[in-house]
Structure formats: structure tokens, C-alpha cells
């Protein structure tokens, strides 16, 4: 087996290291020798979205953010076909704003791609803190650091996950990210994956069940980033 993993415009949306998600993913994939490559892509590159099983859009700056705006609007249709066929999409920060209709920010407006029925409005202070979340679609809780000046409403979306500890989407409704299809939207900036391995496999094994059906994925020694997951989780929640 093998997936193919699409990282669109790394040279300007890599502003927390998204990278290592995906250097996560592939070494995931490895360990199970499932095959795994990357395709960077640069700006005016053509992408064919039917060649790909995972799309990572990260985060940037807004000036970054308006001129990948520009471009992936230029192929919103391909995009939003790619998403509504269940493609598997991880996007962070600036990429998680874009998914949606628009980013209000004290520059002007941001149009959004309205692939997610979301939209972001700026506000202060910025939030910045560590971050537990749960869901009960995965057996641990999520965590993280978030850090962004943008509070997102995502209407009737589910989120990613119940705020346990930190601020979230909007510091209000105690929703983080968004899940809409295969697609999962969030704040939570730099090493998701490798703090979350369990999340990491949930995008891995969507990947592979579109592709070729249902797919059980081997298990991995996972005991030290689950220790890591948990010393977290109890720390901030101060829940034994």
C-alpha cells in the first residue's frame, strides 16, 4: 500500500514547523511498511488533487495567507471536489481559516475558500497557551499549544474537540478546530502529530479506506508518546 501526501506551499506556510506532521505521518506509515511519499508544492505548481490521499495546509503570516489565497481560489473547485470525495485534509492556523468563507482582520478582509461552512474574525489579546482537548471518536485526549489572534465560529460543525484546558476556537463556545468529512481543522500549532499519535493514525487509516477500502492498521509501540500525551493531559486538568 502506499499514500501520497501533498503539502501545498511549504515556503510559505510552514510558520510553526508543520513539516514535522508529516515527517510523522511517513515514519507512522514505515513502521507498518506502508509506503509513503511527499510532494512539496510551490506556489504557481499545478496541483492534481486525484494523485493525492493527504493534503496538509499549515499556517503563515496574513500577508502569506492572502497570497495563497489568491492561489488556491484560482483552484477552489479542485480543491472543494477533493474534500466533498472524502480527501483526507490536515490544516493548521492560517490553513484552517482558509477552509473557510473569510478571515476579518484589522488589514482588511481575507476571502476564505468556504470549503467548511466557517469563518474567522480578528480579536485580542492573542490566545496563547497550552491546549487539552477530547473527542470521543479517539481513545485519548488531544494536545497541544495554540497561538493566533483570529476567533473562528464554526456554526453547527463538529468541532475537533471539547476545550478541557485553553482557549480554543473563539474562547467562548469551548470548541476547537472542526472535523467536516475527512477534513480536520485546528489551532494547535508544531507537533500535533507526534503528541497525538492517535490522531495521526486516524488521518492515516482515512487515507488508506479511501483509497483501498477498509484498512486496520498495525499497531505500534506507542507507550512513551502516550506517557508523554498523559503527563499533559493531567497537568493541565488536573485530573488523576
Same mark, same amino acid.
Given at each position: 500500500?502506499?499514500?501520497?501526501? +501533498?503539502?501545498?506551499?511549504? !515556503?510559505?506556510?510552514?510558520?510553526? +514547523?508543520?513539516? +514535522? ?15 509513503? *511519499?511527499?510532494? *512539496?508544492?510551490?506556489? %504557481? ?7 493525492? !490521499? ?9 500577508? *502569506?495567507?492572502?497570497?495563497?489565497? !489568491? $492561489? ?5 473547485? =479542485? ?29 482588511? $478582509? ?16 492573542r490566545l496563547i497557551d497550552n491546549i487539552v482537548l477530547e473527542n470521543d471518536k479517539f481513545s485519548l485526549p488531544i494536545v497541544g499549544f495554540e497561538n493566533h489572534g483570529g476567533r473562528t465560529y464554526i456554526g453547527d460543525n %463538529? ?14 463556545? &469551548? ?9 480536520? +481543522?485546528?489551532?494547535? @500549532? ?7 499519535? @492517535?490522531?495521526? =493514525? @486516524?488521518?492515516? #487509516? ?7 477500502? &477498509? #484498512? ?5 509501540? !506507542?507507550?512513551? %508518546?502516550? *506517557? #508523554? ?12
Open positions: 500500500m502506499k499514500i501520497t501526501i +501533498g503539502h501545498l506551499y511549504p !515556503d510559505l506556510l510552514n510558520l510553526y +514547523g508543520d513539516r +514535522g506532521n508529516i515527517q510523522c505521518m511517513r515514519k507512522r506509515c514505515q513502521w507498518r511498511g506502508i509506503d509513503a *511519499e511527499t510532494i *512539496e508544492y510551490q506556489l %504557481e505548481d499545478r496541483i492534481d488533487f486525484s494523485a493525492l !490521499d493527504i493534503v496538509l495546509l499549515g499556517g503563515g503570516s496574513d500577508r *502569506e495567507q492572502m497570497l495563497v489565497c !489568491d $492561489r488556491l481560489r484560482s483552484i477552489q473547485k =479542485d480543491f472543494r471536489d477533493y474534500v466533498e470525495d472524502n480527501g483526507v485534509v490536515i490544516a493548521v492556523c492560517g490553513g484552517y481559516q482558509l477552509l473557510g468563507h473569510y478571515y476579518n482582520t484589522d488589514d482588511g $478582509r481575507i476571502e476564505g475558500l468556504s470549503l467548511v461552512d466557517l469563518y474567522t474574525e480578528q480579536g485580542s489579546p %463538529e468541532p475537533f474537540g471539547k476545550v478541557l484546558y485553553g482557549s480554543g476556537n473563539n474562547g467562548e463556545d &469551548k470548541a476547537e478546530g472542526v472535523l467536516y468529512k475527512n477534513v480536520v +481543522g485546528t489551532y494547535l @500549532h508544531g507537533p500535533l502529530l507526534p503528541k497525538n499519535p @492517535h490522531i495521526c =493514525d @486516524h488521518l492515516i #487509516a482515512n487515507a488508506l479506506e479511501r483509497k483501498y477500502g &477498509k #484498512a486496520e492498521l498495525a499497531p505500534l509501540d !506507542d507507550s512513551q %508518546e502516550i *506517557e #508523554a500525551n498523559q503527563y499533559i493531559y493531567h497537568r493541565f486538568t488536573a485530573k488523576q
